[in-house]
């Protein structure tokens, strides 16, 4: 398995980030925010600054990771609405951005959560807008996949807090649904979480086959409260499924990267210190 | 304890929900939809008609069940917005009506829901949008219990699985925050399983702040984004229904405990769902 971080993760200052990763023993630069910008709204020399540091310090790009189509309302969004057009461009822009850096991969979001997707017996109805939303989301979501498809490029959806795909289970069903080989799940078995998702072996076993990039990090989550709490490696609710997810992923000849999601920072403290508190338990774990 | 049930988990012909409730015994209507309509949305004659039944079936109103603020996006929505404005003037629509039909509680939702509102230790700047949602609940939630207040009605928010408030701890922390003593908790515990929290638990924290209980039963996979409506007893609520009764007797409970009939049975329509739960939630809550 190939070993990497978010940059932003380590700091905001990209140069100081690959420095520390070179440090560290990580490869695989995932892309989402640098010297406080977004990929995919960085200027062009600001990109080519970055590809010069790439080069500099012998990193690869693992995923371009910009926050496409988060959040956008599934039931009133339309493919030709100006929002929707606007982050299908900047999906097009995310895929330029992943030739120019080299990378396999980009990611995606997966539109707003609809809480409650299929309901049965009087449920459809009452709880869960007559079962329409998911149809809905295969219309959105097409699109996404045949432009990848088009440019050959794997898209990955992440499995996220508050995002129409949020568990294992989902995200499985969405390729199956959408039928392209060109789809993978960017897994975040902590975010799941939230979603009372069992990373392993349930979730695992869903989605093992589908892979195309796993989010490590570590969370306390308390839903009926609605709080999360960040705390490093082992420490959280991600702690019981580590060693396991790790093992199967070895014996599973997973060839994909792993990145490390630092997003812990210590009370007083900054995320630099939250990465420094983790990245030794993150590569013990996965390397 | 006074037992009522939402007159469309029986029947939207309204004469029919009548009949079925007086035969079963049920004294307390929940009015949402009547006639395939919506509360507050009916003619000033057809709230005369549903008056006129409830007089005639001797059936008192437990309170105005119009979906103020449902689903509406928390963060893109602001006081003075026309939808807002549409918001606030049906709840005030609502509390005519209760006045109207001699309630003094009436019902709000909470918005849209939001799986992380409170992150910490980092999680406030990736997973929970710099923890600015709350406020702005607070903020959007304020001006609808200010108008509850100087109208001296009860303002109940409903526990949803799709709603901001989609737990009673939430819903606590929502009362303690706004400070204002009409705002009270239409407890669904049912719905409340769906952010996995456990009913006895939680009713210690809430039980002075109960206005209304929904009582239906239900099984829920989160990680498949699925409901299964089921018969009372069949579900996950069943296991606690007893401890709930006894907990609101023991508490002298005043208010209203309304059987949420959704069920609607293969083949069948509602009021074949209310006939499979009504004698065991009579059994237990009377």
Not at chain 1, 54 to 81: C, R, W
Not at chain 1, 82 to 102: E, P, R, T
Not at chain 1, 150 to 157: A, F, H, K, R, Y
Not at chain 2, 123 to 130: D, N, Q, W
Request: include cysteine; charged fraction near 25%; aromatic fraction near 10%.
């Amino acid at each position: 398995m190939k070993l990497g971080t978010m940059t932003d993760g380590v700091s905001e200052d990209f140069g100081q980030a690959l420095s520390i990763m070179q440090q560290d023993g990580l490869t695989q630069a995932e892309l989402q925010f640098l010297w406080g910008t977004e990929i995919g709204n960085l200027t062009d020399e600001q990109n080519e600054r970055a590809k010069q540091l790439l080069d500099q310090y012998g990193m690869e790009v693992s995923v371009i990771s910009k926050h496409n189509f988060m959040a956008l309302p599934v039931m009133t969004t339309e493919v030709d609405s100006d929002i929707y057009q606007k982050h299908f461009n900047n999906l097009k822009n995310c895929i330029k951005l992943a030739k120019y850096f080299g990378a396999k991969m980009v990611r995606t979001m997966t539109f707003g959560k609809e809480i409650n997707i299929w309901g049965y017996n009087g449920a459809d109805r009452w709880m869960a807008g007559n079962n329409q939303a998911w149809n809905k989301f295969l219309c959105l979501f097409e699109k996404l996949v045949e432009m990848a498809e088009l440019n050959d490029i794997t898209l990955v959806m992440e499995t996220g807090t508050n995002a129409m795909i949020s568990s294992g289970f989902l995200a499985r069903r969405l390729i199956e649904d959408l039928g392209t080989n060109h789809l993978k799940v960017l897994w975040d078995p902590a975010n799941t979480l939230c979603c009372a998702d069992i990373p392993w072996p349930i979730a695992y076993n869903e989605i093992k086959d589908l892979i195309g990039h796993v989010h490590i990090k570590d969370i306390k989550v308390n839903i009926p409260h609605a709080t999360v709490h960040a705390c490093p490696l082992g420490q959280g609710d991600m702690a019981p499924y580590f060693e396991k997810i790790a093992a199967s992923l070895k014996k599973d000849g997973y060839t994909g990267s792993i990145s490390l999601e630092s997003i812990y920072r210590p009370d007083g403290g900054t995320y630099m210190d939250g990465y420094r508190a983790q990245v030794d338990t993150f590569i013990k774990l996965f390397s | 304890m006074k037992l009522g049930a939402i007159t469309n988990g029986i029947s939207q012909d309204f004469e029919r929900a009548m009949q079925v409730m007086q035969r079963d015994g049920i004294g307390y209507a929940e009015l949402q939809f009547i006639w395939e309509k919506e509360i507050c949305h009916h003619t000033e004659e057809e709230n005369k008609e549903i008056k006129r039944l409830l007089d005639k079936y001797g059936i008192k109103v437990a309170c105005i069940m119009k979906h103020v603020f449902n689903g509406m996006p928390l963060m893109d929505t602001e006081i003075g917005d026309t939808t807002y404005n549409e918001q606030i003037n049906l709840l005030r629509k609502s509390i005519q009506l209760a006045r109207f039909f001699d309630t003094n509680i009436t019902r709000t939702m909470t918005f849209a829901k939001q799986n992380v509102v409170f992150g910490a230790g980092g999680a406030e700047k990736y997973l929970s949008g710099g923890n600015k949602a709350w406020i702005k609940l607070l903020k959007l939630m304020e001006p609808a219990c200010l108008i509850a207040e100087d109208e001296k009605i009860d303002l109940m928010m409903e526990t949803g699985t799709g709603a901001f408030i989609h737990s009673a701890s939430l819903a606590k922390k929502l009362i303690d925050d706004l400070g204002s003593p009409r705002l009270k908790i239409l407890w669904d515990p049912a719905n409340c399983l769906y952010s996995q929290e456990h009913p006895m638990r939680t009713y210690e924290v809430i039980r002075e702040h109960i206005a209304d209980v929904h009582i239906k039963d239900i099984r829920v996979n989160k990680p498949m984004a699925s409901i299964v409506y089921c018969p009372l007893g069949h579900g996950e609520m069943g296991q606690f229904i007893d401890d709930l009764a006894l907990a609101l007797r023991q508490d002298k409970y005043a208010g209203v405990v309304t059987f949420e009939n959704q069920v609607i049975p293969s083949g069948g329509e509602e009021e074949d769902g209310w006939n499979q739960s009504v004698a065991l939630f009579k059994e237990v809550f009377e």
